[in-house]
């Protein structure tokens, strides 16, 4: 029997089930006619800014296209744009949820936390197994297509098509990272710095003319950003895993080292769909087991999610390997290595940005003595942060190589990313928790709500950190799987010196190291200039809308929503290009030894910003929610000022510079290996 | 004729020039009792610093010449002691004019700017020409004792003595930049916390308990902490060029490659001295041109001493080569190359520190809208900073390799190296003239003094920021040569697959990346740690010392400079000890491939976050000064109390963590190159 079908088939049960979880959401009551109303405008700027910004992209999408099917291959763009579309769609689903999740989160919250925590998790559970089903099933369709119908009798198959699904799905989630990421911090700084500091309204407050710029911030870069960014992370790991177990030197390595049968290897290339499947299967189980227990606790009921899925996943994937690859113990581990590196993420990211542990505490109580030490402490702790992912990261490698070779770390990566589902479903739980607060103080609910809505997004702030720390760790594994299949793919790619001693490999280390540099530089002056922006926007409303200040006037929150499109599109234009662009000069100008030593760089330095700063902006974020519970004088104490300089300075940091470096490093491996072909061709004849 | 003689001859003439400019300024005018009473008390807290701090780290530099003398060689341990006695011995010199000097460029300001301006860069040439003539002689000599008394006739030269001179050099420049830099900031944000921020009495107020902990720290950390390193990467790199030089392998290559006769071949080993002592000649003269001209300013007289020196240099170099290496083109342009990285280096910093450029101008204006922005800029100036000086130090590489091979990228950094004597002539001028200020201030010195000596203070501040970028672009030029020179001592090294799809290398790649994120952490927490400890010990004084406020009584200074001695102690340690074990720990577990791996990635994450850190420091630190200048609302406005929190974020950024990664790049080159045989035998007999 052909197991493959089994991968759509999980697909399309991840799709269904998603649907009748959406249904479920959908039939809340969805509260008052204010709260109908609030969360209208934010449905509507959330989606104004996802059209714009999807027509932006889906313009230089189609140029990319064009020159793919003209240099590399039609069904290379056919692969891309539907890699494209698919994000895109991914996108949409989970915005849209989120935005309706958000005001019957609110309304739910009047009936409990138990019914408030249930219909905000169902929300982001629909974005979760949206985004592992279409992603299933748009490698596992495309991989059949080629199999089946691409391939004439008796030639090898050409998976290039694969890599352009992988590298439209990139493109999409690069853009939907750096622009969500621009839009969301621009809109919260900006919101903040007018709103909070200088008119000294609280956050949410309705008489600040961004406050909806601000919860359609949380929709676009939080949940249709995160989501484009983990469809994609998950499509590129499959592609690489599906990559390397078709390539005949790895199968046959196998066959040597680990004692697979010659008949096992055949189906290393499915075998990582069927993984895919498999989770997805744990995942829908893992959905019923986040309730809240007898402790009532919030973080509980999610992890509890989280660990049958996980617990489930290695049953199945025993299974799974039982089936394929007659039961080999080599590559079940390196699955496990997958689970493995996923669970210490969680656990080191939870101990960096939770408010019980040293990190966090440590910049609560270096608020005291003012900003300048606040903002020493958390930039310490990001610094800190990155040794332990690291550390954890390398034994990943280590294990997985030593127990399945290369491919074993491809499948430690597609076991780790299989899991995706539950994971952007714990996560998209924060973005829609967020609004129902938002919901709740400018509907003026009873503080009973409030303070369930309140415990929910305090939650969501952590959930929303550990993800960014799997999201970055999974990025890392991939990319390391992807550069082995690009190296694979380089024509007479063994002959090639990519020894570090080298001087063309070092300067391409040189260059790739510097360029996550250079692109955070990029999205943090963007999201300065764009803030600039709606605070003039701000305090211009503030001084011409009479009566604004007494509640009396509606403010103009369309065209604050307006302004930070614009202002998020104009400036997602460069670090995007750049991280297009910068492969192509060096693979064309120095060559693919060159090109090789920018991808690791690119991976190493990569990584460490992207744990150094989500890991810094969610310790100064949390820092200064432990000051608001009573610590060293509680809200409005000089301490909380100092804190509250750094959250603004750990927003654009964790929110839009480091989750956009996860985008980056698999961009330029999949333009890398898209592009490999025709550059080494190029390189030998010039 | 055997030239190499001429090396100890430039060295000592070096030191006899230094003997004569420090005879020239310490024949100046002392000033005032006054005066001479708080430069005394500098003077004796620097003393006690340094004799504690050289103590701490000679019981370690003891055991480690132990252990190299019973596992690698007597001749080596002897030779790791001179590197680091004369280490020290620079480091001493330099503290020593340093602090004189300060109180008679305060007393010559009374004079006029000319004279003024005159001592101050008198006494930073001292130190200047006493790094670079002890690193010569050190150099030199050690290589004549080998070649002359220490090689049995018939047999190879066994230059590994003088990899112990580097590693005792590079031990010492750590600990020194280090230990500085944490007394420096500790002292000077500690200061400034109580002082400025709580009491409201301004910087430098002989009230503040703090004040003379915090000029002590300027000459310990600015003057021998930067003595130290810029020692060392001298020595460090001189050894690189030596040892490249000698290999047969690289003397066959240029003899293939760029045409070299096999006769100058042969003179490959001792060019590099004498491109040092034709520098030191150069740098006499260069000196000469430092003079105020019509236009009176300051930085354009201190530019005409380095451009002096580089255009004699260049001439000098020429002439070098002639005789050497019958005027081998490929050499001397490998050279050059050297000091149009410099050069490069020089302007860019400029460009992103100096008050005239957007960066620094960006990072004032941002503070218009809070300190939560302006540190937002800055991070983001910084992170932008670290492109152009990457692509300079990439061009460097590939122009010196494709014009002599490896040794071409040991002679660029040699070059750039050998004009050391005036980077840190003028480098040493700036901690000299800010504590001339500090000095006029606390002795009431008349306001036009006081301006003048604000004037040179400001050029400080730069020629600061300049000489460390010049440091770290050399430091990484350095390392890569060290890294050659490590590459080829590894027993059985062209056997050695160093491939970064290797996943032991991709390993080392990874922990070398971290390690200059986690080291920076230390730093920065360092800091914090010892500046708290500051500030209770001057809240103590405040609360118990009846009169202090009102001038009538005396803070107890030495108590201050005591605290922030034993706290920087106590806090170097940490970071000390994990630059030297973590090469020995990979290398000995993980083998020479992933100690390869490691080195590498420390070099470029260094290289990356030092650039970061420390241009992002200077242009806070001078956005800050931008605005005092009379933008944005001048001194006193809500825009400069935001580029207080800044600066305060910056001191450490670009004093402790930043510089002390120059000194990690090279001690742990300098440490696995002389264990790598070692490990390689260790490693082969597991």
Known sequence: MDYTILAPIAGALALVFAGYLAYAVLKENAGSQRMKEISGAVQEGAMAYLNRQYTTIGIFAIVLAIILGVFIGVWVAIGFLVGAVLSAVAGYIGMNISVRANVRTAEAAKSGLDKALSVAFKGGAVTGLAVVGLGLIGISGFYILIANFLTPAGSEMNLAPLIGLGFGASLISLFARVGGGIFTKAADVGADLVGKVEAGIPEDDPRNPAVIADNVGDNVGDCAGMGADLFETYVVTGLAAILLGSFPEIQNYLIANIGLSAAAAENLATYPLLLGAMAIFASIIGVFFVRLGSSKKIMGALYKGLIASTIISIGLFFLATEILLDGNWGIFLSSLVGLGVMASMVVITEYYTGTDHRPVKEVAKSSQTGAGTNIITGIAMGLEATALPVLVIIIGIFLAYQFAGLYG??????????????????????????????????????????????????????????????????????????????????????????????????????????????????????????????????????????????????PDYGKCVDIVTLAALKQMAAPGILAVIAPLIVGFVLGPAALSGLLLGVIVTGLLLAIHMTSGGAAWDNGKKYIETGNYGGKGSDAHKAAVVGDTVGDPYKDTAGPALNALIKVMNTVSLIFIGLISTYYLLK
Chains 1, 2 share one sequence.
């Open 409 to 554: 770390i491809a499948i430690a990566a597609m076991a780790m990313l299989s899991v995706t589902g539950i994971i952007v479903a714990v996560d998209s739980y924060g973005p829609i928790t967020d609004n129902a607060g938002g919901i709740a103080e400018m509907a003026d609910l009873p503080s009973e709500v409030r303070k369930i809505t309140d415990a929910l997004d305090a939650v969501g702030n952590t959930t929303k950190a550990v993800t960014k720390g799997y999201a970055i760790g999974s990025a890392a594994l991939a990319a390391l799987a992807l550069f082995a299949a690009f190296k694979a793919e380089i024509p007479g790619g063994e002959l090639l010196d990519l020894s570090i001693d080298q001087p063309i490999v070092l300067i391409g280390l040189f260059i790739g190291g510097a360029l996550p540099f250079l692109f955070s530089a990029f999205c943090m002056q963007a999201v300065g200039k764009a803030a600039f922006a709606i605070v003039s926007e701000v305090r211009r409303q503030f001084k011409e809308i009479p009566g604004i200040m007494e509640g009396k006037a509606k």
